[in-house]
């Protein structure tokens, strides 16, 4: 890959202007300008001009880049009109966005708008990267302990839960979406998805702090049990046989088993956990449950759990939009399958 042309363009501008640019050339594919500027107001903006569709170069990037100050503008290069782009710098943290080819003015006119650097600092908020990137830590501590047989520590996992909670006030349920599908597949895709649907759920249900956490708790630690079922099994494109179909139904009695032996789950939790495949029509699993047999909380996460799996990406089918998942769901409430006022509320949340 060459060298972006846009930055030759900044280069030469810039150094005639007196400002000597630095071009680092980061790992494979990976380009990015840092510029030491004499506006008293901005210090050291940087341009980065890398295919943000790409998760390996992504990946690089975070890791090369330096550790900046908020007065330290980060400038991402997008072509117009990509969206996953958009959302991915913004993701990263970017100050602005800049349309590809990269005009030296446009990059001017941004770092003008930055405020000078005596103004009081806006309080420091976790990204919605950072709260998916330690989502999926705390899930990987419970999958690992699970495969392990070792004992798990709750209190870490519900102090993610709260993290969560606050990032969705911050940012809202489509920022959360767009950031997991970019980062995460499979299982781990799935379960993020879930906690951040469950929590803006609990947020426009209005729920009660603790029922919050258990909801969000329980989503996502709902499939963790899936931590033992052979990846074959869970990645396969094609019809499960019945002794695979199998397999995998045994996966909310296997995370239900090892957190009520192996942590302090609360028993809301492990409801949820052992439950979130049970229909009111009695024909879910693992217990064939029906009816009031199923707690309020638990069809709530059934609820989040059905519409997260339809919007996921999957290898063998695009992702449903927010239309055709809902459409699901109430057809399987009008099949007395679930929750049919659960089902209104989340088109509360995933529909504005
Ligand atoms: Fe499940
Ligand atoms: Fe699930």
């Not at 006119?109 to 600092?121: G, K, T």
């Not at 045994?250 to 239900?256: F, Q």
């Not at 439950?275 to 069809?299: C, K, M, N, Q, V």
Request: hydrophobic letters at 40%; proline letters at 6%; glycine letters at 6%.
């Amino acid at each position: 890959m060459q060298q972006p042309s846009s930055l030759s363009i900044i280069r030469t501008k810039r150094t005639t202007d007196g400002i000597e640019p630095v071009v680092k050339r980061m790992r494979t594919q990976v380009f990015c300008i840092y510029e030491r500027s004499r506006l008293p107001s901005v210090r050291y903006p940087a341009l980065v001009d890398i295919d943000l569709t790409n998760r390996r170069h992504v990946e690089i990037l975070k890791s090369d880049l330096p550790r900046r100050s908020k007065s330290d503008p980060l400038l991402f290069a997008i072509t117009p009109g990509d969206r996953t782009s958009l959302v991915q710098a913004r993701i990263l943290g970017g100050s602005f966005v800049v349309s590809k080819p990269v005009q030296v003015d446009e990059i001017e006119r941004c770092l003008a708008r930055l405020a000078p650097a005596d103004e009081e600092p806006e309080p420091e908020i976790p990204s919605v990267h950072h709260s998916i990137t330690r989502t999926a830590e705390a899930l990987e501590t419970a999958m690992g302990a699970l495969r392990a047989g070792k004992p798990l520590d709750i209190e870490p996992m519900s102090e993610t839960c709260r993290a969560i909670v606050a990032a969705m006030q911050e940012v809202g349920i489509g920022r959360w979406l767009e950031g997991v599908r970019i980062h995460h597949e499979g299982t781990f895709q799935h379960c993020l998805l879930v906690a951040g649907v469950a929590s803006a759920f609990a947020a426009a249900a209005k729920m009660n702090p603790r029922d919050t956490i258990a909801l969000c708790l329980g989503a996502l630690l709902h499939d963790i049990g899936k931590a033992v079922v052979p990846k074959e099994i869970l990645d396969k494109p094609d019809k499960l046989t019945p002794v695979e179909y199998a397999i995998v139904k045994r996966h909310p009695v296997e995370a239900h088993d090892f957190l009520r032996s192996k942590s302090l789950a609360s028993e809301a939790v492990l409801r949820l956990v052992r439950d979130h495949h049970e229909f009111l029509d009695g024909s879910g699993y693992p217990a064939g449950l029906s009816g009031d047999a199923i707690d309020g909380l638990t069809r709530c996460l059934t609820v989040c759990d059905i519409y997260s799996a339809l919007v996921e990406e999957r290898s063998y089918r695009p992702p449903a939009t927010t239309r055709e998942a809902l459409k699901v769901l109430f057809g399987l409430a009008r099949d007395g399958k679930i929750d049919l006022a659960a089902v209104r509320m989340l088109a509360l949340v995933v529909d504005g």
